[in-house]
């Protein structure tokens, strides 16, 4: 039967929209199984490389509808690794190949036969990525069998799920979420480009390696920050009520409902005249609270009574007028208390879906609570393109998470991905060898280890996490970064000063008011001075900075403009211009619904920054993507992301709906404590365990001593089977045995424990050299106070250097320096003081007493 005209024309139409997205023309070769290799080979598919995925002679490792997702935009074959045959192919599809992507133990490939330092030495332009569950500099882990679990236990997730579950004394607790996966695969893909946008200029590729575990600790980053001497006026009450507890010896035994009266008013959730819970997230901005309460209609009552709201916020607390001011987190628990009330009453007066208008459209943050179900087909998701259909072979029209990040010119072409294919090795190989056309540079000799962002200036406009960390990230490889923000701070010191003990490092902070004429114009010449600008913010924000298409066109057409938001998409949806935070697009995507169990007990996903982390990762894919399309061809991008769009990947095994799909009764709520009785949090002797296998592992309980008739059970009955078993001997003891059979398995760590044993005094050095763990202790960090910190160990280059980030200034501090390289005289720079058009200081104190 002839295909029809119509159809050949679509077919048309999409091979030429997939040739305007960036990385049309890239080859990649993709080795991976179950998540964190095939994600990274997906999202270089998702932005117009040609993926060609290799599967052993059985198919797929990992039996889940979630690899339709992962193989999306691919040619699939089966190659048996462990033949002279399947390794010949292997190799000639490598030869084709501009990135090569796998996510075995470190090792493996190279017994295989393909040795990747050897595959450069002869194909030095190759960029290669591995992404094992622990570092191959790692003595003690890196033959571990890495599942998920194993190395969420090892690095501390599931000890430390927040300050809810340790009042509730639920500790550990299992998370479905497969956090360090999702995280190792937005450093991958983001380092993979990176790479990639610098071999334009050297013709040199380098051979990288992601370590899962390493991974998962960037994420949680915000959460492994340690301060001595805390100042008082920063702890939450749950933190003071945990260490009231502990000081007088009295049990975690708060009730979900109890621990309510533990939270600030901003940052929880209400019922609603519908029965369903809503949001609200409005906790550290100048104004969030205060338009929250004025729509509420308690503004002028609780101001009435004694609400303050103090002018300078980054005073010492000692010097405010009152205890309390509206906009900082946390609030006294007394106010926090007559708030929290009063707003109850309110929001039972409508249902969530009009509070969701009404706080979008006031420009403040709030969200329904949603489980997964209702946001895959959410109108939203599908206008904006957060979710997209594809005709997959097997489950045929599926809804799955549309593209992590896009370059908005180029965006349309992602939102129909070729469902995966099934080819033959030759199939396979003519397609890359199709590709493979253009020319790089002549490789030249090295003599020093370079950034791969050596030389490119980066203005930093955002706050928060997900945008100044996205920056953070690019600072590591060498980019120059000026970080902007206005003279009279927006959010609270908890929010500014804390987190950016973190991502501020390796910047040079400008304080400016923008608003004003003289400030424009200062803020124009940053503009002209960079060759990338990165904002977390809306469409009408950005278009109102005069930083829209048009607008940056005539500032800078050179530059590339990246934008981070909450709900954004390729396409604009009904909720695009709403504000919101990680915690808002867990309430929105069905995350805290999840992690909480029902409509009645949402939760947040404990760890501060558990999307912001993973979409700034995705900002810095989005700029590598577009540094290499217009290094390339000349055209210039611009890169978008959102927290929506990266919550899809955090959510990858369940995330997807088809026609016939079982029940979404993936694991919920407290109770849960694993995937199954094989994948599964378990209490022996002595401390908590988390055993990580799969059914294909059967066969190796025969020879663990006290686990031979596991085999022979029946999944039902493996549950008790095992609590019994590892409940008579010590932890230490069941992993020696497990291990000894290949078996996935570790000891709960928490991210204390890691931090104290992997931890050193600062030395210059990125920590990339000491295994999966290793954290900086800085005795003369520019606050007064001994800070501990994550090093930026998570990537590491052979080739490429990773610098290790000097320590945050101080807001302002640079100030002067810059303006003065843009221009300014010292006169000209203290009339501007004079005049509050600039800053060098929000406060007398780095860290606000």
């Known amino acids: 039967m002839p295909v029809p005209e119509a159809l050949i024309r679509i077919c048309e139409e999409i091979t030429m929209q997939r040739s305007s997205l960036p990385l049309s023309g890239i080859t990649v070769v993709d080795f991976g199984q179950y998540i964190a290799g095939p994600a990274v080979a997906m999202i270089l598919g998702d932005l117009g490389a040609s993926v060609v995925h290799i599967d052993p002679p059985a198919g797929p490792l990992w039996d889940s509808p979630a690899n339709a997702t992962l193989n999306r935009n691919k040619l699939s074959l089966c190659v048996d690794l462990k033949t002279p045959q399947g390794v010949a192919q292997a190799r000639e599809l490598v030869e084709q190949a501009d990135i090569v992507v796998e996510n075995f133990r470190p090792g493996v490939m190279a017994r295989l036969g393909l040795d990747f330092a050897a595959l450069h030495e002869g194909h030095p332009e190759l960029i290669t990525v591995s992404i094992p569950g622990f570092a191959s500099n790692d003595e003690l882990r890196r033959d571990w069998r890495a599942f998920e679990s194993v190395i969420a236990a090892t690095s501390g997730v599931f000890t430390d799920m927040g300050l809810n579950r340790v009042l509730m004394g639920v500790n550990p607790c299992f998370s479905p979420l497969p956090l360090a996966s999702a995280y190792g695969t937005m450093l991958a893909a983001s380092a993979a480009v990176l790479a990639l946008q610098a071999r334009e200029t050297t013709g040199i590729g380098d051979q990288i390696e992601v370590p899962l575990a390493s991974a998962v600790m960037e994420g949680l980053s915000y959460n492994s920050i340690k301060i001595e001497d805390y100042p008082l006026r920063y702890q939450t009450q749950r933190e003071r009520e945990i260490e009231r507890r502990r000081k007088e010896g009295l049990p975690m035994s708060v009730s979900y409902e109890a621990l309510q009266d533990f939270l600030d008013p901003f940052y929880r959730s209400y019922m609603c005249k519908d029965g369903r819970m809503f949001y609200v997230v409005c906790p550290s901005h100048r104004h969030h609270a205060k338009r929250c309460l004025q729509t509420l209609g308690l503004y002028d009552e609780l101001i009435a009574e004694g609400l303050a709201e103090e002018p300078d916020t980054y005073l010492p607390a000692a010097e405010w007028s009152s205890d309390v001011s509206l906009g900082v987190y946390p609030l006294p628990k007394h106010w926090a208390d007559k708030i929290a009330d009063r707003m109850k009453d309110v929001f039972l007066t409508r249902t969530a879906k009009e509070w969701e208008r009404i706080f979008g459209k006031g420009q403040f943050p709030g969200a329904p609570q949603r489980w997964l179900q209702e946001w895959i087909s959410d109108d939203h998701a599908e206008t904006a393109g957060l979710m997209v259909e594809v ?152 278009k109102s900075m005069g930083l829209d298409s048009k607008g940056l066109e005539a500032l800078n057409p050179n530059a590339i403009f990246c934008q981070l938001d909450c709900f954004g998409g390729v396409r604009r949806g009904p909720r695009t211009e709403y504000l ?263 406060s007398r104190e780095y860290l606000p007493s």
């Not at 033959?424 to 962002?453: I, M, N």
């Not at 995330?655 to 949090?681: K, Q, S, V």
């Not at 008579?728 to 290949?742: N, Q, V």
Request: charged letters at 20%.
């Open 391 to 542: 005709d997959d072979p097997v489950y045929g029209r599926m809804i799955q998470p549309g593209p992590m990040a896009w370059l908005q010119e180029s965006g349309e072409a992602m939102l129909t991905p070729a469902p995966r294919k099934t080819v033959s090795f030759e199939e396979a190989l003519d397609s890359l060898s199709a590709q493979r056309t253009r020319r790089l540079p002549r490789a030249s000799a090295q003599t020093e280890q370079k950034g791969w962002l050596e030389g490119v200036r980066v203005l930093d406009l955002c706050n928060v996490i997900a945008g100044p960390h996205s920056v953070a990230y690019l600072a590591r490889f060498g980019a120059e970064v000026i970080k902007l923000d206005p003279a009279t701070p927006l959010y609270d010191c908890w929010n500014t000063v804390i987190f950016g003990m973190t991502h501020m490092r390796g910047k040079r902070s400008v304080l400016a008011n923008i608003a004003s004429p003289e400030g424009r114009a200062l803020f124009e010449e940053l503009v002209r001075s960079v060759d990338v600008i990165v904002w977390n913010a809306t469409d009408r924000q950005v």
């Open 580 to 842: 919101g935070y990680d915690d808002l697009v867990q309430a929105a995507t069905g995350i805290m619904l999840r992690f909480g169990g029902a409509m009645e007990t949402p939760e947040e996903h404990a760890h501060v920054g558990t999307i912001d982390v993973m979409c700034g990762f995705g900002a810095a894919l989005g700029i590598g993507a577009a540094l290499f399309q217009k290094r390339r061809t000349g055209r210039i991008g611009r890169p978008r992301t959102s927290l929506s769009a990266l919550s899809g990947l955090a959510q990858i095994p369940f995330c997807y709906d088809f026609i016939g799909r079982g029940p979404f009764d993936e694991p919920t709520g407290r109770a849960a404590m694993g995937t199954n009785a094989l994948n599964h949090l378990y209490k022996a002797a002595d401390r908590w365990m988390v055993l990580g296998a799969s059914e294909a592992d059967l066969p190796r309980f025969l020879i663990v001593e006290g686990l031979e008739g596991l085999a022979t059970l029946a999944p039902e009955e493996r549950d008790a089977f095992l609590t019994k078993a590892f409940g008579k001997e010590d932890a230490a003891t069941w992993i020696g045995r497990l291990r000894a059979a290949d078996i996935g398995a570790a000891i709960c760590s928490s991210i204390e424990a890691i931090r104290a044993s992997n931890c050193r005094p600062a030395d210059g050095s990125a920590g990339t050299d000491r295994g999966s763990f290793a954290f900086s202790r800085y005795a003369d960090h520019p606050s007064g106070h001994t800070v501990t910190l994550l090093d930026p160990l998570a990537v590491r280059p052979r080739s490429g250097k990773v610098r290790h980030l000097p320590s945050a200034e101080k807001y302002g501090s640079s100030t002067r320096q810059v303006l003065k390289s843009l221009g300014y005289g010292d006169a000209a720079i203290d009339q501007l003081k004079a005049t509050s058009v600039v800053s060098d200081s929000w």
